[in-house]
Structure formats: structure tokens, C-alpha cells
């Protein structure tokens, strides 16, 4: 049988490393989840811990302090933590991101300075695109990066930044010169510390991802070092479409993970609900609805494991990553909305991780590229 | 043009009740909205306020207190409530539910002891139905009322229950004869302040509708006087499937207004965020999406307008209601979706209409019968 | 209750009309319908009868031989000729369009010319705008009109033209003035049998609709009596454009009828259809559909009669036409393939009423303007 | 890039196998699918031809004619043969079902008394399960065959087989003792030549599928050598159990075929066909529906690569090979039907290939089990 779960790719090493941290996780999320969403953020102490136990920055060689794996490992840390349908630590961002970003266009000396206390945990990344007037149209955005004497100077602001009230190292995209378009945008690494004019928003109120903090962040006459210059000046946004596919396969890892967890639960739930003289799985409609999901469920995971595996041997295209991110998204979003319905009213108490997944599901369609821009990016290779 | 936020049936003084609660509503919601969702529910002054501006009980006689209406009067106000997007306050349920409930199956001596209170916003009122293993299925309920020498003696718990934190007036339905199934089931009215071994759960947490009162109710030898009885004995389940067809309409109504809502903050909002060198609403997906749901927000309308209308007239027949209540909420569900969908991230944060839309919408398709229940319904009238 | 197939508009002369007409379809369709759709077309007696009864040009004042009636009565017939499911009949086109185009826009003498014979069902009409290049966008037709000294000079071809294949007048869409696009267009009526030059393809062979004549027509050099201009020169998109928001009404109307006609064989089928030890029916994944297909008829239903209701008091808006044309189309062929489904095997055989609604149904979201053309027609009204 | 087409499990000799089939079949269907439609079956020739070719019965050891290969080689030609939307010819009925219903079943006298002449092409094969009054609930069927003392003496009729107006051999599921329900059914092979009393209905008039036969068949004591006897007595259904997961993967080739096939049909037309000043591909819904139907093809050709190689490694478990049954057809349709409105009115006229695979694909829902039946299949399995 074709087991719905089987993820072939996960072998070897990463095996081991998924059942670490499947331990770990297993202790740590139900012992703090919910605290975590009340303070609408994860505890700096998860991070340090996550650090020790070689968790955070992954594909990022020994040398720097990281796991010395590649993308494979990454992912099997994200189906680790997936499984528990919790959305509130953002290491998809800070290591699958931020960390690679610095690997792979920092500088010897930018690499040295950052990845080993981004790998313990010390530092928090994020990458701050979107703007509140510029988000699909990336190209659009308007903070701005003069360079100056005693290095760039920053103005404008950000909005809707994963690990935002958080992040002590912030890559942001900033419009180097305008007349340029998108060949005007260049990367400049924030360092929040030191950084005087900066300020954060208090965390967005979002109808789900209630441990995620999201945050507004604002540049006011910021002064950076010259060196903080991440890659080339220009090279911005050549440089974010690059890393896309990957980013874009980490959705997809948390959506199927999302999709399978909601299936489980609720074919659990209705085995044991008792309705109208016996289990609510003994009425039709309710075995119809849960065949489609299982199947749902079946094909994205076979699809991930597909777009997986070729992306660890020769790359995946960026056609079939933006279909992995639209695609598995949406069955994300209609699986869990069947199964919730399944619940009935306990399906919309937050109590239940039905309700949970379903308040977290929706921000899948918009973030990472939204599923429009996914199709578009499609129809142009057809 | 069919207009499509025409309501034909509202006329003669119901247009002008309509013309007061909206100015009433216009004033209170958005000044009070966001402390009621933060506290889990609306202060009791504005069930107060509400009681002096005639916004109670709108169906009830004059001589009880009442207005002296009809449903008509009923769903005007709610209506003019939902135009707000607000999910808090539990009228639909106090004035519609439970006080109609007092007045047609209650006693003399009930309606003057209870009424005018309700009128006023002394008194909130709350229906008790659904139990922690029984919700569709209500026939099964196990909340016993024992007939004893010194008044009913009722033992068991509910759950979901709106108002359920406030109210001082609770419907319960409770089994006074397991032997007979649906046939044992009788509605007990419980004063809660005078009720020993009654207690409330904390608010339930839920995806939405923070700012309404969802309980959890625990009945632990409550003692209720005789004469609490509402209607006959064995009769309840009768009495509450008679008053359905109502309920749902006004769950229709609510879903019709949020889809309308919804359509107008989308509408505005699409034509002024500007992406890729235009308003969105140049883009034809964005285009496409809106007329959809333009279209369903129409025939929405005008589909409860007749179903309304039906109902002022002659009754609206039960399958037509059943229609009513799981097509409209269904409609509601998905037009919000999509229209969350293009408010891109903003759609995603609760300070945005859209956002709580979708986090109220989803409960509707389950309450008021959930909406598999309400296909069964419907095809045996086949 | 409401009933499913009320039509509250279909009042006085109408109802007899209405009586008359079924009495006359309930006997001629079921000994004719296989005839006219081996034959590709339905047999020139059979329009010359319904001449006699009155059915044709039913809006036409009795002066010019017509009905003396209304859009109402044209209504009335399309209702009772498409209970049936049959498509063969072309009457729309030729009583709602055609004959309606030379009332409207001809001149006296035009009126006298064609109108009674048309009504008689001497003379069959066509209207004919689409060509093979040029469909959605009508102003992109190439077929020209040249004014010569011996009257219009016709040169090109159009294609899809329903009575193509019987047509006796054929109202054509022609360029005269290429340099003005839309402007440019002007209404010819071609004589068919007078006409040199004119010759017909075979009937084109189609998914459904197989007792409609649609051919492709050729025009080589035909020539057209001056006073054969329609209306004003220059002024065909302008008329064409006039009358659609009434055809897209009778789309509706056959979308509506079609629907109810496989509710009720389906309701039908399924309780007679015994499998697994009891009828179909008692399946609730098929109570289940058939709720759903029910709703539906009945919300298109109340829907379209609203739309008739305005229609007939004071004209429909363009938007809203084009939303009763997409949404009852496309409600028609979801409903239709639900059905289709619960008729298993039977469904896809064409002895089947189930089989023939959906081979026929697949037009009516491409024809009348395509459904993503309304789209764009509401959205633009927003 | 995944290229969508890719067949990975179509390896060594079944790509030879492939090319050869292609060269074949891209000559012989253009030229004749017309007239086979036209006569609804195809030639006995060109079975024949096929036979020759080794076409036939490719999983049948060689020793018995066969082709020596495995399932991998019927699929590989039956991807062959769909890659033309062609539906006519009955060959995965005859050599994926009846062929191997005799090899795995037969005694070694059956063997090499049929499979010879199936493998030649002299005889046709044709498995008759359904009945007028029994579909899904095989068990319920009423074709009785009697042990005589010459012989079975069979009694009842078929409906809806495939080839049965041509088949020379007809594997009967016959009730050959009612008191047993589904373990009293048995399988007989009926030799149409020899069979007094055996006769065939017209070809049955479909939606689509025009070239394929499909027949009611007739048997009045019609009788048949004892030695017919398929497999044990009584194991009729079991037998026909078993043999299901690969029926349904061979449905699932087809679907995933039609699939691909519309899709490059439509990208072809809307990237040539112009509107509004412009191809079609150009307006934004065009390129997000084609997106759309490139996702899904994509995803289900993964799919079906995913079950074929478990099929061909260790065999498809039961509930895959059903949500692979279900859900394939039901892509199939979904892209199918939005290809075909893309094409405007020409995606209705029967000419283009996207309106036969339209007419044609309805049918997959429904035979090798409908998709409700499937769906029961999956749950039970949860
Ligand atoms: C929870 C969350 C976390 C996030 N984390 C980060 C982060 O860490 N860093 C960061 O930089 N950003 C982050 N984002 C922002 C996210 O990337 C953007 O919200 C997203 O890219 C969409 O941009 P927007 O919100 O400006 O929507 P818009 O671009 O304004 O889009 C609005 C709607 O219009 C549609 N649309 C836009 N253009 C077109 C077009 N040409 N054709 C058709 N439709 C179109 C969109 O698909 C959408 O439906 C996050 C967002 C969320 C919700
Ligand atoms: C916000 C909110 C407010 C509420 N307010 C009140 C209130 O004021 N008073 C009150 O009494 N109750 C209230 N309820 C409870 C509500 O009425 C119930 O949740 C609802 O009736 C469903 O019951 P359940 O939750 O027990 O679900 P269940 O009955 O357990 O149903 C679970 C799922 O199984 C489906 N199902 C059940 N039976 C069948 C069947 N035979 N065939 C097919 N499917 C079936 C259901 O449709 C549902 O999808 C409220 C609920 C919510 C969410
Ligand atoms: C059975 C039948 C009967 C008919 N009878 C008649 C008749 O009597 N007289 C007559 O004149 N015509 C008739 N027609 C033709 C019909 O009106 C046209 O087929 C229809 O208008 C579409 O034009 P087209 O076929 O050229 O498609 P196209 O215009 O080429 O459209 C192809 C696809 O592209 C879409 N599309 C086009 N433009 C856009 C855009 N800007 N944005 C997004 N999508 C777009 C369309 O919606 C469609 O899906 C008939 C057609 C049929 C099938
Ligand atoms: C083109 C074509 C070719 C065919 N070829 C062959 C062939 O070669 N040999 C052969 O033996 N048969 C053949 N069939 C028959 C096919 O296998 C049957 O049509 C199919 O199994 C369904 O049976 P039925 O038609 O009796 O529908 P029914 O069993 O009467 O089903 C009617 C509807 O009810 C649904 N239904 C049935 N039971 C349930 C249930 N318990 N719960 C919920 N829904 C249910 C079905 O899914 C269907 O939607 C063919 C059919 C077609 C259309």
C-alpha cells in the first residue's frame, strides 16, 4: 500500500534527525503552544534550545556553525515540526530564508559574523519584502537605501514581517535606485540592536498564526554599515526569485503536513462521535467527505514527494514549484474546511486543533507569492 | 436595476425602525466593537440601551413590554445589526429564540413575570439545547428533570451556548422521560440567579465571534420551581423543530447581509490598492472573482427576499427554510473567501472587516442545525 | 410552500397561452423530437403548425400577423416548449430575435414584408454575427457590405447560425464601414432564396442540439436590395447590443426549465432505482445531492421570475441580464451532471431524458455572449 | 522539470513497445475514427491488424500467443492508443480484463482454446457483469445459468458491454445458486457463434464514445459446454474482486491521457486564436484557467506514475487503486469541461477534439465501478 505519509526522500541521516526531532517536538510544543500564542511569539529560550539540539540553520556547513546538511535536512526539520499543526516558530524564515541568504550572497566575512549565532539561536532572522503599498508588485517598494559616507541610510517601512518583533537581523529589500525598477532593489542586512531610528509594530492581530509574530517595522533615517550590503547592490530581486522554489516547496511541506494531521484527527472524531444510534463515520455523507479528503491528502503528498525529490537532484523548475504552492495550499484550505465541518460546533472552538489548523491554513494562500501570482507564473511557461 | 440591497419586504414602520437601529448601531459598534471582543462579550448596558430604544423584544405585545411587531420587526433590526460585520451581541437569540418561545408556548403568569424584563435588558435570555454528546442529534440528550415535591430537579450540562455567560433566563431542554425518545424531551426555564448548583464554563475559545458569549453550561442538582415548565410536558421537541423554520431565516439574514458586506469592503478595496501600475480591479482575474460574487450576493438576496416575504405572508415552509439556511451560509463562506483572498495579507489581519467576516462566517454553516442536517431535511420533502 | 415552478409573472392571457401551448408540445414533441434530430433540423410543418396556433411572433401586433402580445408571451412559449428538454425548435431566434429586430428597428414597409409570414412560419429567421474569426468580438467581423448602384454588394461567411440550415431571412451582421469598428456595423437582411451568391454548409455536427439546424453560411458576392438595411447604417452593434439583456432572459428561461425537468426525472429515477436492498434514494450521499440539485432549481428559479418580474414592469439592467445568463447556465449543467451521475449507466444514453439535457446544456454557457463575457460586463458595472 | 508527460515506469522494451504503437495508431485512427463512429464499432480488420502488430493481449504468455510482457505492456499500449482522444476501440476490455480473465482463471484447456485466436484478433472478448436492474450491487444480479446434463443453460440479459455487439467470447457473470448472494455467482464463457437463443440489442446510442460498441445482450436457454466454467463455481465475485485495481488503473491511464491531450489542444488554440487585439492567451482568466488544468494535469500524471510502478513492484492496494479511479476521471472532466469553453463555440461542434473527449469522458464516471463506489471503498479502508 502506498502509505499516505511515506516521504521516500527522508533517508539516511535525515531519518535520524527526524525522529530527534519529532522527540523533541513532541515534548516541547504541547508543553508551550498555548502560551506561545497568548504572548504572540515563541519563547527566546525555544530558540537557544533548538540551537543546541542542531535544529536551526541546517544546510549551513559545519564550518559556520550550521548542520553541515543541505535542503533535504531543512525540510525533514520542517515535517518534524508540522506535524503538530503549530505555526508560531518561524524557522522556515530564519533558516530556510535568512541563513541561506547570508550562505549563499554573503560575504566570507558577513557569513562568519552572522551564521554562528544565527545557528545558536542568538540572532533571529527575517527577511522584510512586502510593504504596506507594495506586496505581489515587490518591484514597487519604496523604502529607500542611500548610500552615504557612513553607510546606508534607510527610510520606510515594512509590514507583515514573520519573527518582525523578534528578528535581531533583518534583510530588507530596499530601493537602491529607483530609476532602475526591480534592477534598482539591493539587500541590506539590518541589525536591530544597533540600529537607531528603527522601531517595530506592535504584533498584527491575524485570525490565526496567533504564536507567529508579525510585525510592522519602521526605518526612520536608519544607518547601516556599508557592509551590510548583502550580494550585490541591484542584485535584490534577481536574488529573491533565485531562493524561491525552495521557499515555495517549504509551503508545500507544511501544507500537506497540515492537510494529513486534519484528516487524522477527524477520522479519529468521527469513528468515536455518536450520532443518531451509532458513529458518525457510519453515515454516508460523512464517509464520502472523508474518502475525498484521504485522497486529497494521497495525491499532494505524492506530488510534494515528487517536486521533493527532484529538487534534491537536479533542481526544481519554477512552473512546477509555483504549482506545489498554489495547489497544495488549496487542498489545504478545502480538506480542513470539510474536516472541520465534521467537528461540528467543536470544530470552530480553537480548543480543538481543527479549529486551529483551519484559523492557520488561510494565510497559506497569500504569503510565499499568493496563488494568483502562482498561476501567472505558470500560464507565462505554457 | 434590481437593486441589490433592496429589501422589499421591509416597508411602513419597519422601514423606519430600520432607519433608527442603524443610527443607533452606526454609533455604538464601531465605538464599542473591539472592548467587547477583548472582554468575550457585550456590557450589559447596551443590552440596556438597546431595551430603552425598543430594540428588544420587537415581536412581543405592547402589554408585556414588547413592541408590539412582528417578525417583520425582528429581522428589520437584525438587518440593521448585521450591516456592521458584528457578531457580538445575542439579540437574534434573546429576542428571537427565547422570548418568542415565552410568549407562544408560555403561560399567563410567565409572560408578565419575564417579558417585560427581556423588553428591557434586565432579563437576557439564552436557548440550552445542544450537550457536550448531543448537538445534531438532540433527541439524545441526557440533562434530566426529575419532577420532585419541591420543583424540577435537573442535573447534566450543555455546551455552545450563546449568551450562555450572561444570561439570567436559560430555555433548557431537558429529558423528563428517557423512555420516550424525542416525545420525553420539555423545555425548563432556569433563573440562573436563584439557581444553586448552577455554574458557567469560561467563555469558550473560538475562530471568531469573540465578542459573543459561548458557554458552557453545568446543571448539578438545580432546583426550579413547578411552574417553570414551558409548554407541555414531553412537547419540547415539538415546540423547538415548530419554531425552526423562523430561526433559520434569520440565520439567512445575517448570512445575506455579511455577503453584501462583504462585496462592498472588496469592491472599494480593489479599486484603490494600486499593484503592477494600475487599481487591482484592472487585473480580469480580480475582475472575474467580483462579478462572481457580485452575482451571488444578488441572487442571495433576492432569494431571501422571497423567502421572507413567503414567511410575513402565509409561513415559509420547512424545506424551503432548510434551503434558506444551508445555501445562504454556504454562499456567505465562499464569497468571503474569495474576497479575503483579494485583500492579499490585509485579508489575513483582524483589523480588517474582511478578516473578521471570514473568522465569524464559518460557525454559520453549523449552528441552527448544521447544514448536512438541513440537506436531510430537504430531501425528504423530495 | 414555494413552489419550485411557480412563475408568479405568467398571469392572465398568459396562463392560457401557456395551458394551450403545452397541451400542443406534449403532443408533437414526443412523436417528432428523434425525427428532427436524425434530420438535423425540425420539419417545416412543424413551424407552419405553430404558425396557425399563434405560437410564432407572439410579441408582433396582431397587425402584421403576430400575437399582439409581449415579451411575456414569448416567455410563456419558450416555458412550455422547453419542459420537454428539447432544443430543436429555433423560435427563440426567430420570434424573440429576428422578428423582434424587424419590428423594432425596420421600416413600415419592411414590417409588411416579412412579419406576417414570419408569424405564419412561411418565412424562417435567422440572426447571424458570428463568423469563423470573429465571435466574442463582434466588432472584429470582416464579412463586408458594400453599397453599389444595384443595392448591397455582401462578401464573407459567418458560422454557429442557429436555422442556418432553414433560414428564409437572415438578418447579417455587416462591416460597411471598416474605419469605424463598432460603428461601422450595420443589420442586412438576406432573403435566402432570392439570393445568388448564398449557399449554406452542412449542418454542423454538434455535442448536443442535434435537432437544431446550426450551419456556417457563405456570402459570394450576394446582392441585397437597398432597402434591405436594417435600422440605420453604421448602427448594428449599437441594436444588437439593445436587445441582449431580453435574449439573455430567455437563455435564463431555458436554463431554468432544464434544471427543473432533470430534478424531477432524477427525484423520479432514483426513488424507483433499487440497489443494495432498497431504493436509491434511501442512500443519503444521494439524498444528499439531490437536496443540493433542489435548492438550486428552486433558488435559480425565484431568481429568474424576479428578473422576469422587472423585465416586464420596467426593463432589465444590462448587469444584472448578464448575471441571469452565467449563473442560471451554469447552475443548469452543474445540477444536470449531478443528475446525470445518479442515473449511473443509464445517464449516459441518449434514450435517456438525463443524457440529452446534458449533451444540450454545454451551449448555453458559450452562446448568448460566453459566460466569461458576462463577467466582464458585470464587473465593469461595479 | 518535471515534464508531465514523462511516463517513468515506461522503461526497456515497453518504450520500443510505445514508439511502435504511436507509429501505428498515428496512422490507422486519423483515417478511420470517423467511420468507425459512423458504424459505431471498429473494423473487425483492424483488429486483426493489431493482432498481427502484437497488440492484443500483450500480458499473455507467448506460449498462448500472447506478447510475453506484463500489465506494463498493456498500459504502455493502451497510453499509446489514448494520446489520440480515440475511445473506440474496445481493447483494454478484451485484453486487460477477458484475456487475463482467462489466463489467471482458465483451465489449461480454456488457455489454449481462446487466447490464441484473442491474441490474433480472430476472436473478441466482452465481459458482461451489469444488468437492466443490477449495476453497483453486482450481487443482485438475475442472469441465472443452470447445471443441465448438457451443459449450463443461461437465462437472463446484460446491458451497457463494451464490445458486445462484436464479441465473439462473452465471460457472463451469472447467479449460478441465489441462495448464496455474492458467493453464487459464477463466470461462463459464451461462445456467441454456437449460442442458440444468445442475441444482441442495437448499439446502445451514447453521449459520446460513438465508435465503441456498446449492446444489450439477450439470453433465452441459451446453453453452454460445462467446461466454460470460468474458474470455480461460485467464485465469480471474487474473482471479479481481484482483477479490480488494475481495471482501475488502466480507466486512469485514459483519464490522465484525455487530460494531457486537452490541455495541449487548448494552449495550442488560445495561443492562435485572437480577440479583442490580441491571442486569447493574453487575457488574464485564459492563462489562470489554462494554469489551472496545467497543475492538474501535472499532478495527476504523478499520480498515476506513483500508482503504476507500486502496481508493477508490489500491486496497488485496493482503496489507492480506487482514489486513483475516482479522482482521475473526475480531473479528467474538470479540465475537460474548462478546455472546451476556451474554445469558444467550436469547443461544442464535434469536429475539434476537445468536444469528443468532452462527450466522450462522461462515461468514466461511472463504469469500472462509479466514483460513489469507489468512495465507499476508500472509507471503509480508513
Ligand atoms: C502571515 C503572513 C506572513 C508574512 N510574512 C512575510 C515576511 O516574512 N516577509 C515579507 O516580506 N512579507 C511577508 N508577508 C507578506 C506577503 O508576502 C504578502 O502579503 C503577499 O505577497 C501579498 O501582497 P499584498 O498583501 O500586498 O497583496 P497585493 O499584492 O495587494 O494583492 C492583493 C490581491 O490581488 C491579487 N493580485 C495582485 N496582483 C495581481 C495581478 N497582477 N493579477 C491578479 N491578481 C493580482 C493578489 O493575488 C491578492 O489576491 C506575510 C504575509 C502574511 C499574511
Ligand atoms: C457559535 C455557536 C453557537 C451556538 N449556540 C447554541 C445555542 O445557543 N444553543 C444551543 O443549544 N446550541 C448552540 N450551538 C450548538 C449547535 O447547535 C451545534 O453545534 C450543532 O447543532 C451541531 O451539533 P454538534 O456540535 O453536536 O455536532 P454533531 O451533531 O456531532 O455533528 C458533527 C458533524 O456530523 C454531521 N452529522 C450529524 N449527524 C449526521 C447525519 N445523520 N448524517 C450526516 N451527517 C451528520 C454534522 O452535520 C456535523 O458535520 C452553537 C454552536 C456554535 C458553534
Ligand atoms: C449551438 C450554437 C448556436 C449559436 N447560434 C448563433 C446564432 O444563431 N447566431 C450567431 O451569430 N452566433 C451563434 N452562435 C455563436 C456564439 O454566439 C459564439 O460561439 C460565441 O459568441 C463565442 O464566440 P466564439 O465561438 O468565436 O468564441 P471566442 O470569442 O473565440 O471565445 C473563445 C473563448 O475565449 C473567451 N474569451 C473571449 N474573449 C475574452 C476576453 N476578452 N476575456 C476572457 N475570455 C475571453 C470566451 O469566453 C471563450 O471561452 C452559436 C453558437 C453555438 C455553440
Ligand atoms: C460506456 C459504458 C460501458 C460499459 N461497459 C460495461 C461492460 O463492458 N461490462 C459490464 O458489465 N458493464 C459495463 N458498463 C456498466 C457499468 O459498469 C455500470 O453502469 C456501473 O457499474 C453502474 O451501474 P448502474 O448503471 O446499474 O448504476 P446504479 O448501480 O443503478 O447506480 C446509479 C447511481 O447510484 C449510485 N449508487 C449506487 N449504489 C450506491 C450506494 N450504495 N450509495 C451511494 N450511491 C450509490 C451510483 O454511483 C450511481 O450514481 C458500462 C457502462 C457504460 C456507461
Redesign the pocket.
Given at each position: 500500500m502506498i502509505d499516505a505519509t511515506a516521504r521516500p526522500w527522508m533517508t539516511g541521516d535525515a531519518a535520524d534527525l527526524f525522529a530527534m526531532a519529532t522527540a523533541f517536538f513532541d515534548r516541547e510544543i504541547p508543553a508551550n503552544r498555548e502560551r506561545w500564542e497568548a504572548q504572540r511569539c515563541v519563547d527566546r529560550e525555544f530558540w537557544l534550545k533548538c540551537g543546541e539540539l542542531g535544529l536551526l540553520c541546517a544546510s549551513i556547513p559545519v564550518e559556520y556553525g550550521g548542520g553541515g546538511g543541505s535542503f533535504l535536512h531543512q525540510a525533514t526539520i520542517q515535517e518534524a515540526y508540522a506535524r503538530h499543526g503549530d505555526r508560531s516558530w518561524g524557522n522556515s524564515?530564519h533558516s530556510g530564508v535568512v541563513a541561506d541568504y547570508v550562505y549563499e550572497y554573503g560575504t566570507e566575512e558577513q557569513r562568519q559574523r552572522w551564521l554562528p549565532k544565527m545557528a545558536s539561536g542568538e540572532l533571529i532572522g527575517?527577511?522584510?519584502?512586502?510593504e504596506p503599498s507594495?506586496?505581489?508588485?515587490l518591484k514597487a517598494i519604496r523604502t529607500k537605501a542611500v548610500r552615504t559616507s557612513r553607510g546606508w541610510l534607510i527610510n520606510g517601512s515594512?509590514i507583515?514581517?514573520?519573527n518582525g518583533g523578534s528578528a535581531d537581523l533583518v534583510v530588507v529589500a530596499c530601493s537602491t535606485d529607483p530609476s532602475k525598477g526591480a534592477k534598482g532593489i539591493s539587500l541590506i542586512v539590518v541589525e536591530t540592536q544597533a540600529a537607531v531610528g528603527f522601531t517595530r509594530g506592535r504584533p498584527l492581530e491575524?485570525i490565526g498564526?496567533h504564536g507567529?509574530d508579525?510585525n510592522e517595522l519602521f526605518f526612520d533615517d536608519v544607518l547601516v554599515p556599508e557592509e551590510n550590503l548583502l550580494g550585490e547592490e541591484g542584485n535584490g530581486f534577481a536574488m529573491m526569485m533565485h531562493r524561491l522554489p525552495q521557499e515555495r516547496l517549504i509551503v508545500g511541506v507544511t501544507a500537506v503536513t497540515a492537510t494529513e494531521l486534519a484528516l487524522s484527527v477527524t477520522t479519529d472524531y468521527v469513528k468515536h462521535r455518536e450520532a443518531f444510534g451509532g458513529p458518525l463515520i457510519d453515515k454516508q455523507h460523512i464517509r464520502f467527505e472523508l474518502a475525498e479528503c484521504a485522497t486529497l491528502a494521497k495525491v499532494a503528498r505524492i506530488f510534494l514527494n515528487e517536486c521533493m525529490a527532484t529538487h534534491l537532484s537536479t533542481g526544481l523548475d519554477l512552473p512546477t514549484s509555483a504549482m506545489c504552492k498554489w495547489w497544495l495550499t488549496d487542498v489545504q484550505c478545502q480538506v480542513i474546511d470539510k474536516c472541520l465541518q465534521l467537528h461540528g460546533g467543536y470544530g470552530y472552538m480553537t480548543e480543538y486543533t481543527i479549529a486551529r489548523l483551519y484559523a492557520d491554513a488561510r494565510?497559506q494562500r497569500?504569503?510565499?507569492?499568493?496563488?494568483?501570482?502562482q498561476k501567472?507564473l505558470i500560464a507565462r511557461s505554457l
Open positions: 524564515m527575517a527577511l522584510a519584502m512586502t507594495a506586496g505581489s508588485d515594512k507583515f514581517i514573520t491575524k498564526q507567529a508579525t494565510a497569500i504569503y510565499g507569492g499568493t496563488n494568483e501570482i501567472e
